[in-house]
């Protein structure tokens, strides 16, 4: 657990940058905050618990569907995963076509998508060659840190 003067700066931090929700790895284990600023409770910051980890980023939101395949099914594949919390789009604008789809070849320096995160649009690189196997998020859905967004068959 962390200290008190460290979760004060995280409060701190949720609120002067409006957010409702901070999952973080600290010394001690994983600590999770979340900011209720309406409802029954009334403003305020709760403690999670870590085995809530898996929760949704933002209210509403439910959370990824990603089913695991037969191993013999995805035999060498790898994924392509969230280097961060946000909201994940496939594309840069509704009228635009997808970045990448399944059967695309892709390359290391292939945009696959956009992670939004506090307003800022991020294109999220494939770091690797293959060929998309499966789109795991569905467009416009929060993702956490880590969590698999495509899986690839390396060349």
Known sequence: MVDLKTLKQLIKLMVDNDLTELDIQAEGGPVKLRRNSQGAGGPGVQLVPAVQAAAPVAPGVAPAAVTEAPADEDDGAETIDS??????????????????????HV????????????????EIKAETTGTITKVLIENGQAVEFGQPLYTIKPD
């Open 83 to 104: 280097p961060m919390v946000g909201t994940f789009y496939t594309a840069s604008s509704p009228d635009t076509k997808a970045f990448a789809n399944v059967g695309d």
């Open 107 to 122: 390359g290391p320096d292939t945009v696959v998508c956009i992670v939004e995160a506090m307003k800022v649009f991020n």
